[in-house]
T-cell receptor, first 115, second 109 residues
Framework: DTEVTQTPKHLVMGMTNKKSLKCEQH?????MYWYKQKAKKPPELMFV???????INESVPSRFSPECPNSSLLNLHLHALQPEDSALYLC??????????????FGSGTRLTVV | DAKTTQPNSMESNEEEPVHLPCNHS???????IHWYRQLPSQGPEYVIH???SNVNNRMASLAIAEDRKSSTLILHRATLRDAAVYYC??????????FGKGTRLSVIA
């Protein structure tokens, strides 16, 4: 299995809703990442997990809450979002260590629309 | 804080080679040069990476300048399916992958 699977592929939510994005990989990667991508822009890093522990939070608002329940799963819990949070949310995974001598594997993303 | 510079867009004819340049003048000795591409409505896809020597794989070739301050991704025969945004990034493993603005490649039939 060489894939990162993200669900759902599309999500529409109201500003008072609570929803979660899910990401799963079975490649034995111990680093997992959340990126946010607005239209016509490059992906921007949000969070990094290493060995199931949060190692980097790029000053993301608390309405985004990541969780890594085990080495294969990564969740992003959403609460009280704003319309400007509408974007493509990408999950990625990679090996840990070995310098930069490895590639990242990305999922196809969740297209989020906040209404 | 992207440390790479790429042209905003490039155009190629189908079945011709494409050379996508990237400048990374502040590269450190431990930085690997990575290339990803993003097709429309998809997540980024790993293409190739290298440290000092030129690299080849089934998708592309990576030519790295002797001083490592620039590199070129080479698609040997562009197809319509190669139309995408191509990102050049540096990764030493100490910091996560950060994307620059990328080059939007258009392929003309």
């Amino acid at each position: 299995d060489t894939e990162v699977t993200q669900t759902p592929k599309h999500l529409v939510m109201g500003m008072t809703n609570k929803k979660s994005l899910k990401c799963e990989q079975h490649m034995g990667h111990r680093a997992m990442y959340w990126y946010k991508q607005k239209a016509k822009k490059p992906p921007e890093l949000m969070f990094v997990y290493s060995y199931e522990k949060l190692s980097i939070n790029e000053s993301v608002p608390s309405r985004f809450s990541p969780e890594c329940p085990n080495s294969s799963l990564l969740n992003l819990h959403l609460h009280a979002l704003q319309p400007e949070d509408s974007a493509l949310y990408l999950c990625a995974s990679s090996l840990v260590g070995a310098g930069g001598n490895y590639g990242y594997t990305f999922g196809s993303g969740t297209r989020l629309t906040v209404v | 804080d992207a440390k790479t510079t790429q042209p905003n867009s490039m155009e190629s004819n189908e079945e011709e080679p494409v050379h996508l340049p990237c400048n990374h003048s502040t590269i450190s000795g431990t930085d690997y040069i990575h290339w990803y591409r993003q097709l429309p409505s998809q997540g980024p896809e790993y293409v190739i990476h290298g440290l000092t020597s030129n690299v080849n794989n089934r998708m592309a070739s990576l030519a790295i300048a002797e001083d490592r301050k620039s590199s070129t991704l080479i698609l040997h025969r562009a197809t319509l399916r190669d139309a995408a945004v191509y990102y050049c990034s540096l990764n030493s493993g100490n910091t996560p992958l950060v994307f620059g603005k990328g080059t939007r490649l258009s392929v003309i039939a």
